[in-house]
């Protein structure tokens, strides 16, 4: 199949591709890198399997990724990324930046990870951090940091999760109700939801279609697929 990825002439050493599906930030951003810093930005890519292709037959030197591509994901495009071409530099352009979800992905193997409402001048100096071999985040999130570790060395999970509350994640995201993972779980409906809650208080998530982002992140750190088996409870 034909890539359809815009290819541009190297002009300088460092080579890096921009990432977005959004043409407003991914034009903003290439166009700042090359024309003011000098950087050569070999491709400008739209979609997640165009900037796999990319990086895989361009080997940049840096690539400057958003995330927020659907299919595939954003998380699945760099762990993509990261397999295939591990000694291109990632740098992270979030659209929804936490603290969680930059220690994901520096954790996963991303030099930096650059808020989407930075400073032009941070983003430049993270592509630079990034030239150089070092890492870039932002400085509040690194006392944060601290306690996502000690969760992740305590529970297998950014979160401080328990084994029950991973359960109901996954069960919910499963598409089970809370009276399915009540009886599968042998507990009551009012248990599940004050599950539900302290997932909500302890992650900063506030609607259930968010689990879904948890149990990606979740499955993403290997914590398990603790989840109900509707089927084997209903035929127990």
Not at 42 to 66: F, H, Q, Y
Not at 72 to 79: I, K, N
Request: with cysteine; net charge negative.
């Amino acid at each position: 199949m034909e890539n359809y990825y815009e290819v541009h002439m190297m002009t300088s050493e460092t080579t890096v591709i921009v990432a977005d599906n959004y043409e407003l930030i991914r034009e903003g951003v290439a166009a700042k890198l090359a024309g003011e810093f000098g950087y050569s930005v070999i491709a400008k890519t739209s979609d997640g399997n165009e900037t796999i292709n990319a990086c895989t037959e361009l080997s940049p030197d840096i690539l400057v990724m958003g995330m927020c591509f659907t299919v595939p994901t954003g998380l699945e495009v760099f762990q993509q990324v990261r397999s295939r071409t591990p000694d291109v530099s990632v740098v992270i352009l979030a659209e929804e930046s936490t603290p969680s979800e930059a220690f994901m992905l520096i954790s996963g193997g991303a030099i930096a990870f650059v808020p989407r409402d930075a400073r032009v001048v941070d983003l430049v100096n993270a592509v630079r951090a990034a030239e150089l071999g070092y890492s870039s985040v932002p400085c509040e999130y690194i006392a944060e940091f601290t306690v996502l570790q000690r969760n992740v060395m305590r529970t297998g999970n950014l979160y401080g999760l328990s084994s029950r509350e991973v359960e109901v994640i996954n069960a919910t995201v499963a598409g089970e109700t809370a009276k399915e993972i009540a009886e599968c779980l042998e507990i009551s409906i009012r248990t599940v939801e004050a599950h539900r809650n302290s997932i909500y208080k302890k992650t900063g998530y506030k609607a259930l279609e968010q689990l879904t982002e948890i149990a990606s992140t979740m499955k993403y750190w290997g914590a398990g697929d603790r989840r109900c088996d509707i089927t084997h409870c209903a035929h127990a």
